[in-house]
């Protein structure tokens, strides 16, 4: 950058180009993470979760500020050291920097505002999916539920725990899954609410519905063994995966399959967009005999089942 | 903007030779203004302040994030409503669009991140200040503290309190003030922690030292008149005028006079760089018959007398 930290502001040299990509998002202890959270958590977890919104855009991440409100507890040398090495370490694995921000006394609350670049005209959007595109997911899902779970009931003796516990606090945005979908995915979304609400809120603003069949979606064996009776639900509906959901037309369908056959991107289809008129979107599930399980339809900002 | 709120991040176009400027601040309810201020205060008093650090590095605003963490007595409709015609008020006179942002539930909390663009290489920064440069500020001093003693003690009777409470909740950044010094100015700051210690900051970044004259400070007559024994305090060591302290080199003097005559730079020369290094970076205050009234050495982050 051409000015960093220490003057009013951050000066930065903008790539000739590109249009920019900016997003904020807060994180609040006892909401977003447990109070018990280390240093290094609060701020992998902050991190990786906004930058999941760059990779949304198929967006290259470029600088953030962070505005840091910390309680009298934590305002010490040694929980400042553990939480600027973990942020050090996500923005250094993902190339973004530190470019500005503010300290303020209070409960430990953390927004961080991310800037990226994308190509004039590149970047991925919610509104263009088209009826007879394919839905594609990247990674498992339902790990960040499983997580969720495992934090609330503190089972000491879960076998997948290790695992689940890095998922959450170090959840991995899909920066370059989304650089890859770039002129190839005609809509994507980052699921942070969970699969049903997100790819709910692609068909609401692209004017479409899907279908999504259970078989199809990506679940951890380990979920799957140890919570079998869960896992369906946390895989539709149980947020925090921070996987990208997008929608490939039929004549980008080859690019798509041939980058997940060369092992470029990790991610599988689990269903279809449908035609749909604003008053009738709707997401529905299917299993392997194609008995339709359930239907929800997207809300303003959420699912009302 | 290309793409605006809606998406998982806002799409920007950048104008062709322009770097970007980016900031972000935080204010606390009960830290940074009264608990008691009305929705539309906070939110002028808020984008005010975070344009103010834009208008100190000569940056036109472009666009802003809010993270907006309110409690359960504000989250209502009519509170929402006064925030947002304060907000969209301060936002169309400076002509800065919100792109993006996130609620949260906790105590009255705002983190504004702006982004601004300046030519190339044409940002103002704290760094410039060279030996025999005229420093100057712009508007009044100590009307910031003032204000403040007004909220604090509530004068029910204070002749001043319109005048002043608008300085508190709508402080005018600078922004046209810092658009005509690019190119002029060898460096610039905006007054948030007081003249003595923004100042300082300039003469530290900078290697410098400076000397004020207490009889150029502006002051208002209204203050002058009404709190005399307090009024050079204020205007020396007083915070949140948000007003430019910004250095001239002699050759580019003539330029500011020019725009002072003109009426197109309300501004005033208060002193003088001198050389320093620094071990030794101080500001200096004469009085008219330039007798010494006190030495400050600009700290780390704040002055210690």
Redesign the interface.
């Known amino acids: 950058m ?2 960093g930290i ?9 790539t ?1 180009g ?9 994180l ?1 202890a006892g ?1 977003h993470f447990p109070e018990t959270a280390s240093g290094r958590e609060v701020a992998t977890r902050s991190l990786c979760v906004n930058l999941s ?2 990779a ?2 198929g ?1 290259k991440p470029r ?1 953030f ?3 840091l ?1 910390l309680p009298r507890d934590k305002a010490n040398a040694e929980w400042l050291a553990d939480f600027s090495a973990g942020l050090g370490d996500i923005a250094k694995q993902y190339d973004v920097a530190l ?4 300290t ?4 430990l ?1 953390l ?1 961080l ?4 670049e ?1 190509p ?1 005209g590149e ?1 991925l ?3 263009g999916a088209g009826s007879g595109d394919s839905v594609f997911v990247t990674g498992y899902l339902g790990d960040g539920a499983a997580a969720l779970e495992l934090l609330i009931n503190d089972f000491a003796d879960h076998t997948d725990s290790d695992r689940l516990l890095r998922r959450f606090y170090c959840p991995e945005p899909q920066i370059q899954a989304g650089l890859k979908l770039r002129s190839i995915a005609s809509a994507c ?2 699921i942070s609410d969970g699969l049903m609400a997100d790819l709910g809120h692609i068909c609401k ?1 692209s004017g479409v519905t899907a279908v999504i069949q259970t078989e199809q979606l990506p679940i951890a064996a380990e979920i799957l063994e140890r919570s079998p009776l869960d896992a369906l639900e946390w895989a539709l509906c149980g947020g925090d995966d921070y996987q990208l959901c997008f929608t490939v037309a039929a004549d980008q369908l080859a690019k798509v399959e041939a980058l997940i056959d060369l092992g470029e991107l990790d991610a599988r289809r689990i269903g279809t967009i449908k035609p749909g008129d604003q008053s009738i979107i709707t997401v529905s599930v299917i299993d392997k005999n194609n008995t339709l399980l359930t239907v929800v339809k997207p809300g303003y900002n959420h699912f009302s089942h």
């Open positions: 051409a000015l220490g003057d009013d502001a951050a000066v930065l040299n903008v000739p590109q249009q920019l990509v900016m997003a904020s998002d807060t609040v909401v919104d760059m949304a855009m967006a600088w500020t962070l505005a409100t470019v500005g921000g503010d303020t006394s209070g409960p609350t927004t505002s991310l800037v990226g994308v004039v970047a959007t919610r509104s979304i980052d603003a």
